[in-house]
């Protein structure tokens, strides 16, 4: 116990692999943007215009997200297509 260094608990461990890193502050990202767009967004158009705007609104977000969905699962096949090992 004594050999062993003493590493502060809010400190975090280091990442040795920085793709790894990289690719889970996007998703990250990607993902609270998403969410505060639904939430903030759709709530103040809520709190300002009413409950059937909000619904209008979600089902706009709605109807942009799904091309902009198989655009990005075409773009992650390829990728796979690409990636894939021989």
Do not use: H
Not at 16 to 44: C, E, M, P
């Amino acid at each position: 116990m004594a050999d062993q260094p003493i590493e502060p608990e809010n400190q975090s461990p280091k990442i040795n692999d920085l793709r790894k890193y990289a690719s889970q502050t996007k998703f990250r990202l990607v993902l609270w943007f998403i969410l505060i767009l639904f939430f903030v967004g759709l709530g103040l158009v809520w709190w300002f215009y009413g409950r059937n705007a909000a619904i209008f609104g979600f089902l706009c977000l709605l109807g942009a997200g799904i091309p902009i969905g198989l655009i990005a699962i075409f773009l992650l096949g390829l990728d796979a297509i690409v990636k894939k090992p021989e």
